[in-house]
Every structure is written in structure tokens, then in C-alpha cells.
């Protein structure tokens, strides 16, 4: 991998980690373009890499929210900040059992499974339609929204179910508040990707050839510059109402990628 393919997917996946459109399906379209000859453990450890970026750009825009998690945590008390906590570690378990499960097979299906990333897009698709006609409230997330949002979250493991696009559309079919939906979102994927990268670390699994270093150091970058512009986008966007542009570009990518992988490649 070059230095600018490496720039192009880190801004790829900065920007369309927050805008519901699919990050890894996005990346997994992109490498296919560019040739891409990765295995894919190599292309899927590559993605876990930018995904960390776009983690650390949320920390960025959310920080006052996340020094007010922890300082609220350190009371030890039953206030918000500590359901708010709970209702995010919550979310993460259906995605944390399916990782550590199902391993392997995600693995596969990050090593140009185009079709499945066609099909997956226009999944998304539909979900945003439907999100976008919900009536707007002023409703909280609870637990048990918290459980049908972890589960949503661990069905957009599969590459072309946009996560945020997900987790979004699931939270506001509930009736959650849309700027109250982006922040859950966005925050309690967070966890999960450290929590992944500290597992990778520890097991020897982030496989990069000495060779391509800097191509990593370099998309790291780009996906995180671009993941802070994207963040603040995405939740002026929110606010706006804005889901059935995307339901449409998603289906339009997802139509385009099905094309490419039954007759193209």
C-alpha cells in the first residue's frame, strides 16, 4: 500500500465513519478500486487501525461531555453520568459477544466481499428511509434502548451496514431524541474499538510489514483530521433532519457496487 492510498482511506473512513454511509464498506469499495492484495487479516487489522483514528477524533469533540462522564463516575454516586455509563457498556455486550464468536468470519468478509457490501448498503438504505419519516421527541435513551442499540450496533460489524447509520436510525425509530441519538452513538463505539485494539496488541494480531509503517502513520493521520471535520458535520446534519439524502446516496453506491461486483470484477 502506497502513501496515498493510505491517505485516501484514512480520509475515506474519517469522513464516513460519522456520516451514515457505511465506513467499511466504504474502505472495502475503495480497496477494491485501488487493487488492494491484502489477506484479509492484513486488510482488516488496516481498518481497525483508521477506526482507532476516528475513536480518538470522537474523544476530541466530545471531550467536555466524556470529562463530565468521568468526573460524575468518581463520585460514586447513582447520578446520570453513571447511568448514562452503564446504558453504553450495555450496548457494547451484543457487539463484544459477536466479535469474540464470530472472529474469524468478519475477518473474511473484509477481503473484497463486494457483493455482500452492495447488498448491505442498500439494508442501510432502507433503515435511514425509515428513520428519517420518525416524529421527533425529546425521549432519553434507556436501558432497554440500550440493548436494541448494541444489537443494532453488532449487525453493522458486517461491512456496508453504515454503524452510526444504524445505531442512529435505531435509536430514533424508538423515539429518541435525534441529537440525543448521535451522542449515544458516537460514544459508545468508542469503548469497543479501544477495547479491540488493546486485544490486538496484547494477542500479536496487527500485522503490518516494516515496509508499510509509514503508510499506517499516514492514514492514522488523515483519518483522524478528517473524522474531527466529519464529527461536527454529522451532528449539525442530525439536527437538520437530514437522513433521506443518505438513504439515497447509500442506495445509489450500494445499486453501483452490486453492478461492479457481478459484471466487473
Known amino acids: ?16 465513519e460519522f456520516l451514515p454511509v457505511s465506513s467499511s464498506g466504504h474502505l472495502e469499495l475503495t480497496k477494491a478500486i485501488l487493487g ?4 484479509p487479516e492484513e486488510s482488516l487489522t488496516f481498518t481497525v487501525v483508521l477506526h482507532f483514528a476516528t475513536a480518538l477524533s470522537t474523544l476530541v469533540i466530545f471531550r467536555n461531555e466524556v470529562l463530565e462522564i468521568l468526573k460524575g463516575l468518581f463520585q460514586f454516586k447513582w447520578n446520570n453520568q453513571t447511568k448514562f455509563s452503564l446504558k453504553i457498556i450495555i450496548s457494547m455486550i451484543p457487539a463484544v459477544i459477536v466479535g469474540l464468536l464470530f472472529e474469524e468470519q468478519l475477518a473474511s468478509f ?44 453488532a449487525i453493522a460489524m458486517l461491512p456496508g451496514i453504515s454503524r452510526s447509520g444504524a445505531t442512529i436510525s435505531t435509536s430514533v425509530l424508538l423515539g429518541v431524541d435525534r441529537t440525543k441519538a448521535a451522542r449515544f452513538s458516537f460514544l459508545m463505539v468508542v469503548p469497543l474499538i479501544f477495547g479491540k485494539i488493546g486485544k490486538d496488541l496484547l494477542s500479536g494480531e496487527l500485522n ?33 433532519s437530514k437522513l433521506l439524502y443518505f438513504s439515497i446516496y447509500c442506495a445509489v453506491v450500494g445499486f453501483l457496487a452490486i453492478c461492479y461486483a457481478l459484471f466487473i470484477a
Open 1 to 16: 500500500m502506497s502513501v496515498i492510498e493510505a491517505i485516501v482511506l484514512g480520509i475515506i473512513q474519517g469522513l464516513t
Open 36 to 39: 488492494d492484495t491484502s489477506v
Open 110 to 153: 473484509f477481503g473484497g466481499q463486494i457483493l455482500l457490501v452492495g447488498v448491505m448498503l442498500l439494508l442501510t438504505s432502507v433503515l435511514l428511509q425509515l428513520a428519517d419519516k420518525a416524529k421527533h421527541t425529546n425521549k432519553k435513551v434507556s436501558f432497554s434502548n440500550a440493548v436494541i442499540i448494541g444489537v443494532s450496533q
Open 208 to 240: 503490518f510489514n516494516t515496509s508499510e509503517l509509514t503508510a499506517v502513520i499516514v492514514g492514522f493521520i488523515a483519518a483522524f483530521l478528517a473524522g474531527v471535520l466529519a464529527c461536527k458535520w454529522m451532528i449539525a446534519l442530525v439536527k437538520k
